[in-house]
């Protein structure tokens, strides 16, 4: 049976990590990082998501704004409300939570974020920054999932990465990630021929596709590392359930490792948007980021 990786309890290390970085900011530079979250409309799991970042970005010690905004709101007027941010020398990160409402243009707000400010890395010039090997604010579900890969298998130097998915928030950048640890990496997809024969040659598996329990235990290599980017919500019995995109019950027979759903890289993603955002801060400010 697999190794059952602990997400939860790795990403409570890192905050206290974190958490003894903001002070020392605070007493050495009198620096408390910033992060402003803004969310627009009533999606319910993106209202969950924001209202635990506010929370988690506090109990670290850090200052936290909200901005809720009405489904209805324009484009302009969110465009506005970055810009306002950009300009506030109190906000060193600003995240734009998604998926935004049809009318707003995703892709122009996230361009409109200061690159210095972009916790969640999806600006262009941070992605062009990170594929190109420069330094970057990088996406947090990404940088939280190649963390607990290295936690479990030390060096990935070497090691068949398939990445299932090639979204611009996960797929591609935990692609970029693994290439700069030396890892042989295919990114896999909907189209993807013999998906299961793909899979098979993976030493570890990023699963990023948002599909229930696709990935099968019959589809791993046995031993192989299993990190579980999915989180999905389904009516089993009755009753609503979180599952991952690997279906755990059969993968965890087969894997080395693998990540639960929830409880594995789900509360990565938080630390590592503070761990940017107190980075941020520090650059902003002309201060070596501390080691955290
Ligand atoms: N929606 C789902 N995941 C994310 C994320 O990592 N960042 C933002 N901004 N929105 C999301």
Redesign the pocket.
């Known amino acids: 049976m697999a190794k059952i990786i602990d997400g939860k309890a790795y990403a409570e290390g890192l905050r206290a990590r974190i958490g003894k970085a903001v002070k020392t900011l605070q007493a050495e530079h009198g620096l408390t990082p910033g992060l402003a979250v803004v969310l627009v409309g009533e999606d319910p ?2 209202k969950v ?1 924001v209202a635990n970042k506010a929370k988690q970005t506090v109990e670290v010690g850090m200052n936290s704004w909200e901005y809720k905004l009405p489904a209805t709101t324009s484009e302009s007027e969110l465009l506005a409300l970055v810009e306002k941010l950009n300009k506030d020398p109190a906000v060193h990160g600003i ?5 935004l409402p049809k009318q707003i243009e995703s892709a122009k707000v996230l361009n409109t974020i200061d690159p210095a400010k972009d916790v ?1 890395g ?1 600006h262009v010039v941070n992605a062009g920054r990170l594929s190109t090997g420069q330094d970057s604010l990088v ?3 990404p940088v939280g999932s190649v963390m607990l890969a290295k936690d479990v298998l030390g060096k990935l130097d070497g090691l068949e990465a398939v990445v299932i998915g090639r979204s611009n ?1 996960v797929g591609k950048p935990v692609a970029q990630l693994l290439l700069q640890e030396n890892c042989t990496v295919t990114i896999a997809h909907s189209r993807t021929r013999d998906l299961p024969g793909v899979v098979r040659r993976a030493d570890l598996v990023i699963a990023a596709v948002g599909r229930p329990e696709m990935v099968k235990g019959d589809w791993l290599k046995p031993g192989a590392c299993v990190i579980d980017v999915g989180i999905n919500r389904i009516e089993r019995d009755g009753k609503g359930k979180l599952v991952g995109d690997c279906d755990f019950a059969s993968c965890e027979k087969v894997a080395g490792s693998i990540t639960p759903v929830p409880g594995g890289v789900g509360p990565m ?1 938080i630390a590592c ?1 503070l761990h940017n955002t107190v980075r941020a801060a520090c650059q902003q400010k002309g201060i070596p980021v501390p080691q955290m």
């Open positions: 799991a993106s998501y995240l734009v939570q998604l998926p969640d999806f996406p947090c579900t928030i993603t948007l």
